[in-house]
């Protein structure tokens, strides 16, 4: 079976990054990382990457225009072979265009039930409204921000006391299970 290449898109620590690379060790997985790219020089997940001796591209944005930026990580994805993109904690909003030329191809992990809680502070405001029960989104990525279909959820209660810190450690741990699996079902169709 021919694995689905994937690029993975972050700008962080990497810690979904992490769980899509042990996953994809697997003898069975669907999927093999091609490239681990960032918009941060710095970020921790591509010391990591590169540690794994996985191929790794970062471009900081700083004095670009964006779709200049875009054409370089584009050219990378495309040069590595990539066949479906995983933004892992990718913290820049992708240009219409570029979601347009990945069309179906891209995946996002999102710390909240959507369609409630699109954006940021997903933790903070699912406490303030009193729900029960938080939890995490894998979505196609569109030019809506956090508005394309999802592919899977799963929810983590809301405890007696949460903060929005203590919550989302509990949600990204449910991330790092659920996001590996849908990236496979993803990855074969």
């Not at 990497?14 to 769980?19: I, P, Q, R, T």
């Not at 997985?29 to 681990?36: D, F, N, Q």
């Not at 921790?44 to 054409?71: H, N």
């Not at 409204?129 to 809301?158: F, K, N, R, Y």
Request: negative net charge; glycine residues 8%.
């Amino acid at each position: 079976m021919a694995r689905k290449k994937v690029g993975i898109l972050l700008s962080g620590r990497g810690s979904n990054m992490m769980a899509l690379v042990q996953a994809a060790q697997a003898n069975d997985s669907p999927y093999a990382i091609a490239l681990v790219a960032s918009d941060k020089l710095e970020a921790p997940g591509i010391a990591w990457a590169a540690a794994q001796g996985l191929s790794v591209f970062t471009q900081s944005p700083k004095g670009m225009a964006k779709s200049d930026y875009e054409a370089l990580i584009d050219a990378a994805l495309r040069d590595a072979g990539v066949e479906i993109i995983a933004l892992a904690g990718y913290m820049r909003l992708l240009s219409d265009a570029f979601v347009a030329r990945w069309r179906g191809r891209i995946i996002n992990i999102h710390p909240s039930l959507l369609p409630k809680y699109k954006g940021l502070d997903t933790h903070a405001r699912a406490i303030a409204a009193g729900d029960a029960v938080a939890g995490c989104s894998v979505h196609i990525v569109t030019e809506e921000l956090d508005g394309g279909a999802v592919l899977g959820q799963a929810e983590v209660p809301i405890l007696p006391g949460d903060t929005a810190d203590s919550l989302a450690d509990r949600v990204l741990a449910a991330e790092h299970r659920l996001y590996p699996r849908i990236l496979a079902e993803f990855a074969t169709q």
